[in-house]
């Protein structure tokens, strides 16, 4: 079974970057046809799918995002890593790191447990 493990710092100031790490056990981040993504969840709101990178490398983004944020991936380390520029109190929310595939057909979707972010001065 894949695991996944967010790590992060917590807390950031404004106009900082943050940086985000998951960590990917049970699984490699190359195996075909998955796909690793970030998502996350201000308080008092639904999930917000962020970026994507696919096993091949490629990368998906979600328009209103794509100057603010940025994916990238060490295979050494099988992790996965998401970026946020110039953070503001409006990107506070639980992140999380999710995978979906599918084996014979049969859909997989596994998500870590997700690390609080706290933008604040």
């Known amino acids: 079974q894949v695991q996944l493990q967010e790590s992060g710092p917590g807390l950031v100031k404004p106009s900082q970057t943050l940086s985000l790490i998951c960590t990917v056990s049970?699984?490699?981040?190359?195996?075909?046809?998955?796909?690793w993504s970030w998502i996350r969840q201000p308080p008092g709101k639904g999930l917000e799918w962020m970026r994507a990178i696919a096993y091949d490398g490629g990368t998906y983004y979600k328009p209103s995002l794509q100057s603010h944020t940025s994916i990238s991936r060490d295979t050494s380390k099988n992790q996965f890593s998401l970026q946020l520029s110039s953070v503001t109190p409006e990107d506070t929310a639980v992140y999380y790191c999710?995978?979906?595939?599918?084996?014979?057909?049969?859909?997989?979707?596994?998500w870590g447990q997700g690390t609080q972010v706290t933008v604040s001065s």
């Open positions: 999710n995978v979906k595939f599918r084996e014979r057909l049969v859909p997989y979707d596994y």
């Open positions: 049970g699984g490699s981040i190359t195996t075909s046809y998955y796909y």
